[in-house]
Antibody, heavy 121, light 106 residues
Framework: QVQLVESGGGVVQPGRSLRLSCAAS????????MHWVRQTPGKGLEWMVV????????YYADSVKGRFTISRDNSKNSVFLQMNSLRAEDTAVYYC??????????????WGQGTLVTVSS | NVLTQSPGTLSLSPGERATLSCRAS???????LAWYQQKPGQAPRLLIY???SRATGVPDRISGSGSGTDFTLTISRLEPEDFAVYYC????????FGQGTKLEIK
């Protein structure tokens, strides 16, 4: 069965960096696009970024463009989110999600359980 | 494309019919509209894609309809496990989510 397991969340000071990981299993990871989505009580679900199956194509939401970077390692069935210059408003539960297609332009058919990031001094 | 869901909260009893609405500010390309269910402490679960296609394992009492800017999720006979928060999402032009409808037990 498909499993997505996020890790790397925690408490971080404003302006610092954090790297999230998502380990995938149960499907041919190299054949699918992958997303990061975050959720806050105030703003609900917010899509942040997608990476195509081969890692070549990446698209970012304006809210994180220039601060966050997505990458993947198909040999390790993992996708990563490097978050720099963190702000209080980045506090959220971060989910990785599998796209139904290879490019990453379809719906999200599986989600991980999420990892909590708290940005606070 | 901003998605607006209504109502914000829906209070119903098991066995009743639930109708949830999702309205888009612009036409959703190719009816690329999905619905997700989320229970407390859990990740969202895909229910419907392409406005009306059920995901694997979704019971047939749950159905999606609509096109253009107006979409509906219908649960014909509510079961106890259906009480949750429901989100619509469009994936026709980038991605955006509605703010959610909480379906609670009356």
């Amino acid at each position: 069965q498909v499993q997505l397991v996020e890790s790397g969340g925690g408490v971080v000071q404003p302006g610092r960096s954090l790297r999230l990981s998502c380990a995938a299993s149960g499907f041919s990871f190299a054949n699918y696009g992958m997303h990061w989505v975050r959720q806050t009580p105030g703003k609900g679900l917010e899509w942040m970024v997608v990476i195509s199956n081969d890692g070549v194509n990446k698209y970012y939401a304006d809210s994180v463009k220039g601060r966050f970077t997505i990458s993947r390692d198909n040999s390790k069935n993992s996708v990563f989110l490097q978050m720099n210059s963190l702000r209080a408003e980045d506090t959220a539960v971060y989910y990785c999600a599998k796209d139904h297609g290879w490019f990453g332009d379809l719906y999200f058919d599986y989600w991980g359980q999420g990892t909590l990031v708290t940005v606070s001094s | 494309n901003v998605l607006t869901q209504s109502p914000g909260t829906l209070s119903l009893s098991p066995g009743e019919r639930a109708t949830l609405s999702c309205r888009a500010s612009q036409s959703v390309s190719s009816n690329f509209l999905a619905w997700y269910q989320q229970k407390p402490g859990q990740a969202p679960r895909l229910l419907i894609y392409g406005a009306s296609s059920r995901a694997t394992g979704v019971p047939d009492r749950i159905s999606g309809s609509g096109s253009g800017t107006d979409f509906t999720l219908t649960i014909s006979r509510l079961e106890p496990e259906d009480f949750a928060v429901y989100y619509c999402q469009q994936y026709g032009s980038s991605y955006s989510f509605g703010q959610g409808t909480k379906l609670e037990i009356k």
